[in-house]
């Protein structure tokens, strides 16, 4: 669960400022060669994967972060260890920020999917949000604890720059219920969501989230907002 125990570096937040928030997703890992489903299991950064978080690490020098979370899974929390290291932040890991369970379908390719259990994948293709797969995690409640965590980081306990990193499917439901798309549109609105990339977001002082950036890069030298 995200803490109080972490190294800030503004001790006295004006809660009424905009905060940036930086959603992303973790790094390459050996699943995306053949683009399988990595839900709950423990899958590691491949060498690329350590690459980009090496490059986010440099990123994050000059960032401004004041906190940084992870989902508690290892190709998250390496992909967010460098830029920990180099920042001097400790890593916050809430365990509310993991991949979606995708049950039956987890280290599956779709065209697997779709041979094993073709009724379930065609109901899933039709409408993701309502169907999960066989086995899998509500996206409701993936959406709940998600929106639960991010109601956490935007109440000004966290400084006014921070570092989410955790999965691409987890990322785009909880960004359109940020954003106030119909989350069972998370596969249309967001189609694509980059390894060591995501999204850029405003949280301003109404209380409303805004995108700033999609897909940006995120290594030295590139756009911090």
Same mark, same amino acid.
């Given at each position: 669960m995200i803490v109080k125990a972490y190294r800030r570096r503004v001790t006295d937040l004006v809660h009424d400022q905009p905060m940036t928030v930086f959603l992303v997703r973790h790094g390459e890992t050996p699943r995306h060669a053949e683009n399988r489903y990595a839900g709950r299991a423990d899958v590691p950064l491949n060498d690329h994967g350590h690459a980009q978080a090496a490059a986010l690490g440099e990123w994050a020098v000059n960032a401004g972060l004041t906190a940084i979370a992870s989902s508690t899974l290892t190709r998250a929390? &390496?992909? %967010?260890?460098?830029?920990?290291?180099?920042?001097?932040?400790?890593?916050? @890991?809430? &365990?509310?920020? @993991?991949?979606?369970?995708?049950? %039956?379908? &987890?280290?599956?390719?779709a065209a697997?999917?779709?041979?094993?259990?073709?009724?379930?994948?065609?109901?899933?293709?039709?409408?993701?949000?309502?169907?999960?797969?066989?086995?899998?995690?509500?996206?409701? &409640?993936?959406?709940?604890?998600?929106?639960? %965590?991010?109601?956490?980081?935007?109440s000004g306990r966290f400084g006014d720059r921070v570092l989410?990193?955790?999965?691409?499917?987890?990322?785009?439901? @909880?960004?359109?219920?940020?954003?106030?798309?119909?989350?069972c549109h998370y596969r249309r609105a967001f189609p694509v969501i980059r390894n060591a990339t995501g999204a850029v977001l405003r949280h301003n002082r109404a209380g409303h989230w805004g995108l700033v950036a999609w897909n940006p890069p995120l290594v030295a030298g590139a756009d911090t907002w």
């Open positions: 929390r &390496d992909t %967010a260890e460098p830029a920990a290291r180099k920042t001097g932040l400790q890593m916050v @890991v809430d &365990d509310r920020l @993991v991949e979606l369970d995708f049950g %039956a379908g &987890d280290g599956l390719t697997e999917m779709r041979q094993r259990f073709p009724r379930e994948w065609a109901a899933f293709e039709a409408d993701p949000y309502a169907n999960p797969l066989p086995g899998g995690e509500p996206p409701a &409640d993936a959406c709940a604890r998600g929106r639960a %965590a991010f109601d956490d980081l935007s989410v990193v955790a999965h691409g499917t987890f990322l785009r439901i @909880v960004l359109c219920d940020l954003l106030g798309v119909p989350p």
